[in-house]
C-alpha cells in the first residue's frame, strides 16, 4: 500500500504543476487559449518531446546523453547535404537523417557497452564531435528545405489547429510507450537501471541492449531533425538551441530519475508540456531575454527539489 501511495504521488505532482501553469499562463495572457495558441504550443511540443522521449529512455537504463542537441544537428545537417545533391527530395532528407540519428546512437552505445566509457563522459565528447562534424559538412551555409511535403509536414494544419507534426510526436509516443512496456527492451531498461548487475548475472547480454537503447534514442533524434528543419524551413547546425537541456529537463521534471529505473511517457509527455509552459509564461511577464533563461533554470530545480521532497515524505509514511 506504501508503495502505491509513492507512485500515485510521482504521478500526481508533475499533473498537479502541469493545471497550476496553464492557469498562471491563462490569467496572464487571455489569448493563450486560443486555437493559433493552441497550435503554437503543439508545434513546439513536437520537437522538445521527441527529444525528451529518447533522453528518457535512456536515464530509464541508468545512462545520459548529451548528443541529443547537437546530435540532432549533425542528423539535420547530413540530411541537408544529400537532400539538395539529390534535388531536393523530401524521402532522402527523412531517410539520411534516421540514418544519421542511428549511427550517432550506434557510436555512443559502443562506447559505452563495448568501450565501458562512463555515459556522460562518451556521450559529452561525442556531442563536441557532432557540433565539428556538423560545421564541418554545413561549412557555414544554412539549407533551404523546399519540398512541398516536407513542409506541408511542418507547417500544414490539420482541423485549422493541429500541426501534422504533432501527430508524429503522438505516433512516437505511442511507439515508446510500446517499447518501455510491451518489449523486452523496455524490460532491461528499466532493470539496468534498477541494478545492472543483477541483469548481467541473470544471464542477459546487457551490452546488446544498451546499444540498442541509445539507437532507438539516435533514431529519435533523427526524427527530432526532420521536424526541427520543416517548422524553420531550414537546417543549420546551430538549429538545436536549447533542445537538449530542455530534452532532459523535460524527462526529469515529468518523473523519470537521473538514476535509472524510473520513468513513464505520460510523465515525460506532461513534462515537456510544462518546460514549454514555463517558457511560455516567462514570456508573456515580459521577463528579459538575458534573465529568462536564468529564471527557468531556478524554476526547474525549484520544482525538482519540491518534487523529491514529496517523495522522501511519502517514503517516510
Known sequence: MERLKKIDLQKQVPVALFLMLVIAVSLTNRNFLTAQAMYNLMLQASSVGIIALGAMLVLISAGIDFTAGHGMALAGVAAGYFYVASGNNGIVLVVVALLAGGLLGLVNGVLIAKLKLPPFIATLAMMTVCLGLALMISEGRRVVVESPYILAFGQGRLFGVIPPVFLAYLFLVGVMYLILNRSKLGVYAYAMGGNEDAVKYAGINIDRYKILIYVVAGLFYGVAA?????????????????????????????????????????????????????????????????????LRGAIIIGILLFDSFMVRMAKKK
Open 226 to 294: 526532420v521536424v526541427v528543419g520543416a517548422k524553420v524551413t531550414v537546417i543549420t547546425p546551430s538549429v538545436s538551441g536549447t533542445l537538449l537541456l530542455d530534452g532532459i529537463a523535460s524527462a526529469v521534471v515529468g518523473g523519470t530519475s537521473i538514476t535509472g529505473g524510473r520513468g513513464r511517457v505520460f510523465g515525460t509527455v506532461i513534462g515537456t508540456l510544462i518546460i514549454l509552459l514555463i517558457s511560455t509564461l516567462l514570456t508573456f511577464l515580459r521577463v528579459p531575454s538575458l534573465l529568462r533563461d536564468a
